[in-house]
């Protein structure tokens, strides 16, 4: 059997988020979920956050609490990757969580696209294997949030960039050929949790939002790392706190 053929609504899950996780009451209906670590010691350091919940799995996941701007905001740290992004998504919504505001770096197909530009991914090309799981088969899956995000980020004045994504399994098989197929189709990034967290979100009738910002370029002879790994620590702090300012107006 073919990975695209893993769909399977025709009978239930072995395990489901209610399996492993219990509801928890007042939990924020929203989260925050940032793609690393650094941006927690900056959630730490600049947000005054609490403790209020731990994702248990292949990682002890700490789940933190914020009031911003008036409203309760859970904010964790997902690992990298579609697998453990929706894991960690299905687990908070057997917490109690309702809506989800992604955010990472991305690799870049276009080269006027600047270190730190902010994007809006529109659809996501499925070059992974978790959104089978959670969708029929098709090339790309929509965003159907990616409109009002965008919309939120103009009323916040922040220049931004929408268009499709390639979301990939592999960081070191990105070839020369598939990147240039994926550019043709009208692809702008690539990253490695889009498809997966938009198919999962729909599956599950929740609300998924992602914006990413442009780390490492792949439009050159050579790739070029720009700041892949070393996003200076005020950015860090500036992209949470977009999100954080997303996330109340979802």
């Not at 919940?53 to 996941?61: E, K, L, N, S, V």
């Not at 070839?175 to 702008?188: A, D, Q």
């Amino acid at each position: 059997m073919s990975i695209i053929d893993s769909f399977d609504i025709s009978t239930e899950a072995i395990i489901n988020p209610l399996s492993l996780n219990t509801p928890i009451e007042g939990f924020p209906k929203i989260a925050v979920v940032a793609f690393g670590e650094r941006f927690i010691i900056a959630l730490r350091e600049h947000f005054n956050p609490t403790q209020i919940a731990t994702i248990y799995g292949c990682a002890h996941i700490p789940v933190y609490h914020v009031h911003f701007e008036g409203r309760d905001i859970a904010v964790y740290g997902s690992t990298v990757g579609g697998p453990a992004a929706v894991g960690f998504m299905e687990d908070m919504t057997g917490k109690g969580c309702e809506k989800f505001v992604f955010f990472g770096s991305c690799g870049v197909l276009d080269r006027e696209l600047a270190s730190e530009s902010l994007i809006v991914p529109t659809a996501a090309y499925r070059d992974e294997g978790t959104s089978y799981h959670y969708a029929p088969p098709s090339d790309y899956i929509e965003v159907p949030t990616a409109p009002y995000l965008a919309k939120i980020l103009s009323s916040l004045h922040l220049p931004h960039t929408t268009g499709k994504t390639w979301t990939t399994d592999a960081i070191y098989r990105e070839t020369r050929g598939n990147m240039e197929k994926r550019k043709k189709e009208g692809c702008i990034t690539v990253e490695m949790e889009c498809a997966s967290i938009m198919a999962a979100a729909q599956f599950r009738g929740i609300e998924a939002y992602q914006f990413l910002y442009a780390a490492d370029n792949l439009d050159e002879d050579v790739w070029d790392a720009r700041v892949l790994g070393g996003l200076p620590h005020d950015s860090r702090e500036k992209f949470l706190r977009i999100a954080l300012e997303v996330a109340v107006r979802v």
